[in-house]
């Protein structure tokens, strides 16, 4: 038998060079950090970069090991999440 575990993700983009990166919501949505690309070394806000926000189920064994992940479904971003 297996258990489930959840998890809300955001997707966002370097305004700058274009790398993805992808970061628990809380901290994309919720916290609205700045980050420093690891590419282009530009700073910028997660939230104002937002470009998708999923709910990832991860298959968890009976050990604890997590034994595969999907998306579950996309997420609505709201007017003040989206790219600008």
Known sequence: MSEKGWLDVSI???????????????????????????DCHRMFNTKRQLVDRVMLRFKIGEKGKMLGAEIVEHLPISKDERLV
Not at 12 to 38: K, T
């Open 12 to 38: 966002f983009r370097c305004p700058e060079c274009g790398r993805f990166y992808v970061d628990a919501s809380g901290y994309v949505v919720e916290l609205e950090a700045d980050i420093e690309c690891g």
